[in-house]
């Protein structure tokens, strides 16, 4: 069947849901109830629990390279994940490590109840199988080993509950993803020196039903959608650049208007531009402030060891084992999980959910106070002193549920504004001697080192400035991240700030979440040089920068700007204003950009006009308008003084004098 006649399948078969899971409803009870009941081998222990989750999944998929589309799909599937239990609660099949990797199996999406009774018949079969064998290993281990004095029960047994719904109908439009991907990915298409510019648009609607034998029923639905690009360009000495960003949305109207994306594109296109010419370093260490989307990461690393398998993983680090009502970060902060929690300052939560994987409701749980260990994330796999779930057994698709973070709240009590919180950086590098401070911000990519019996080491890829002691201005480095143990990293936290900003976390193995925290005043950090090897440039130069039609009727100059024009380009630092201008005209403006900087919003303009005396006069107006804008000081910098368009032509074409987009 090709790809148009499945989606015409999955329309009619959607417009029709009820009956579509009927068959599926009846195929599951049927061979779930055969299971339990019948489902043994003579010699060996039978089911004493079974439970299964089934997805049925509706994914759209677009990447585009340079604005322009290269591949596109829209894939229907079903799944499932069977959980299966024999022996007792006491002691079952039930893993002593975390289990990773995918395990699901698929179903047909077919309304066809002999079709779907004989594959869940087969699976259920491999699955009793699999655990008897399981089982019997582990009694093995339990004579030879003896148990560890941190285990207990293999499987807590929660209230029965009882969620049902039907599939809710789609509310998303995927020509409005379409265009938001486009704008995005447009700035880019006219620096044709990049090495690449892709973005990725991707739509996902997922309908769970959990079902067991205690007789738990629940339905859930989770659609996400998310836009995320990332460009690369080389620096002068051969490595490689790159910035990027992603935006997820749980409801059409948390999604970015077009003219957002557009402007998003601009400053991450102007960003890569700067970051080409940063200066370079070597790794060093010393006090660091980082911002919101780097806390995020690290908090929700250190959450990830709060798991209650990770507690009773006799090949782990264990963390955490034994430190309940210890100091564990800063006694000014607190760390709550609460996936309870829908929206944060008007945003839909990334990481928000009614019932977990396992069929139990969501709750709220301290895991910090006051700096101290009070709890942990915990799936229906118990944890001596925690005889029960909290609501955190989740995983991805296919993947057995384990105790992880949902929405993870980071707060102080003792919140310091951005102004305190530099200061309190420079007191930090004085004290330790130090001449510069960190400043780490705007996180692109994090990736923690997996080991099986120490914390592993995790790695920050983020925009990374210096702070120099004496007050001067800040500097932007490049080829250097961030790296430590997520504990010992946060335990130096001394200080947070008032910027409680959420940020949604996606991990290859677990579920979606979002973490909320402030900046965070670490004491130390360490810098290690990025993985990025010289590259050779393309030896031949790039093809000529796109332009639409449109655009390039516009750019054709009148036959009195032909032989006489001028240009002049003059860079603005407006001191006082953080805020990005949503559009910026005076007099011979020809065009503009903006980027944000620590001291404030930089504009650079090129006035052109016919002859000496009127673009003289265009700087004058273009400064007036700049100081209405400004909302404070403005200090003006020439980065191309007056002359002929034909000579800044022959030098620069239409780019700007630092080699940028135009």
């Known amino acids: 069947m090709n790809l148009l006649c ?37 010699g060996y222990p039978g089911i004493y629990f079974a439970a299964l989750n089934v997805w049925d999944i509706d994914e759209w998929d677009q990447t585009s390279a340079m604005g322009a589309v290269r591949s596109e799909a829209h894939i229907d599937q079903r ?51 699999s655990a008897t064998a399981d089982f019997l290993r582990k009694q093995e281990r339990l004579v030879s080993e003896g148990r560890a004095e941190y285990d207990t029960d293999d499987l807590s047994f929660e209230p ?18 379409r265009r938001i991907d486009e704008v995005l990915a447009e700035p880019f298409r006219h620096a044709p020196a990049l090495l690449s510019a892709e973005s990725h648009a991707n739509l996902r609607r997922v309908w769970t039903r959990r079902r067991d034998t205690n007789g738990d029923i629940v339905d859930k639905a989770d659609d996400t959608a998310k836009i995320e690009i990332e460009a690369s360009t080389l620096s002068p000495d051969g490595l490689r650049q790159t910035v990027g960003r992603d935006w997820s949305a749980r409801t059409p109207q948390a999604l970015p208007s077009e003219a957002e994306m557009r402007l998003a594109g601009r400053e991450l296109l102007a960003d890569l531009m700067d970051l080409r010419v940063a200066a ?19 908090i929700f690393a250190l959450g990830q060891r709060l798991s209650g398998e990770e507690l009773r993983n006799p090949m782990g680090a264990q963390t955490f084992r034994g430190r309940i009502g210890q ?60 005889p029960h779930s909290n609501g955190h057994g989740r995983a991805a698709i296919g993947v057995t549920p384990m105790g992880a973070p949902g929405v993870l709240f980071l707060t102080t009590s003792d919140p310091l504004p951005r102004e305190k919180l530099f200061a309190r950086l420079r007191d930090e590098c004085r004290k330790a001697g130090k001449p510069f401070g960190l400043w780490i911000r705007n996180l692109r990519t994090v990736a923690q080192q997996q080991s099986s019996s120490a914390q592993g080491s995790i790695r920050f890829a983020a925009r990374v400035d210096l702070v120099p002691v004496d007050g001067s201005k800040t500097v932007r480095v490049r080829d250097l991240d961030l790296v430590g143990t997520p504990l010992v990293m946060a ?23 979002t973490v909320i925290s402030p900046s965070l005043l670490l004491a130390e950090a360490e810098l290690q040089r990025s993985d990025s090897k010289p590259e050779k440039p393309p030896i031949l130069s790039p093809p000529a920068a796109y332009v639409p039609e449109t655009e390039k009727r516009l750019r054709i100059p009148p036959p ?91 030098r620069f074409s239409d780019d700007w004098p630092d080699g940028g987009p135009r």
């Open 6 to 42: 499945l989606g015409a399948f999955v329309l009619i078969a959607s417009a029709n849901a009820g009956a579509w899971d009927a068959g599926l409803e009846r195929a599951i009870q049927a061979e779930l109830g055969r299971a339990k009941k019948e489902l043994k081998a003579d």
């Open 79 to 129: 799944l499932v994940l069977i959980d299966m239990r024999v022996g007792a609660p006491a002691l079952d099949n039930h893993s002593r490590a975390p289990r990773a990797e995918y395990q699901g199996a698929s179903l047909t999406l077919a309304n066809d109840e002999f079709a779907l009774r004989h594959a869940l018949w087969r699976l259920f079969d491999g699955a009793y199988k």
């Open 160 to 177: 029965t509950h009882v969620s049902s719904t039907s599939r809710p109908a789609s509310v998303w439009d995927r020509e409005r993803l």
């Open 280 to 298: 370079t370093t070597s790794p060093f260490s010393a006090p660091a402030l980082i911002d919101p989307t780097v806390s995020a990461a690290l």
């Open 327 to 386: 100091r564990v970060l800063s006694p000014e902060l607190n760390l709550v999980d609460d996936p309870s929690q829908t929206h944060f300052r008007g945003r839909p939560l990334y990481g928000h959910y009614d019932f977990d994987d396992q069929g139990v409701p969501a709750r709220r749980v301290t895991l910090v106070e006051r700096g101290e260990l009070k709890g942990f994330l915990l799936s229906r796999y118990p944890v001596k002193e925690f």
């Open 491 to 513: 335990a130096s936290a001394i200080a947070a700030g008032d910027d409680n900003v959420d940020s949604d976390i996606n991990v290859a193995a677990g579920a979606p979440a």
């Open 560 to 650: 009195f700007l032909a032989k006489g024009a001028y240009i002049q380009i003059n860079r603005y630092l407006l001191t006082g204003r953080e805020e990005i201008l949503p559009e910026f005209e005076a007099t011979a403006v020809a065009a503009w950009r903006q980027t944000r900087t620590p001291d404030g919003l930089v504009l650079d303009i090129k006035i052109i006009a016919s002859n000496l005396k009127t673009t003289g006069e265009g700087v004058r107006r273009t400064d007036a308008a700049v100081a209405r804008v400004a909302q404070g000081g403005v200090r003006r910098t020439v980065l191309s003084t007056m002359r002929s368009l034909a000579s800044y032509r022959a």
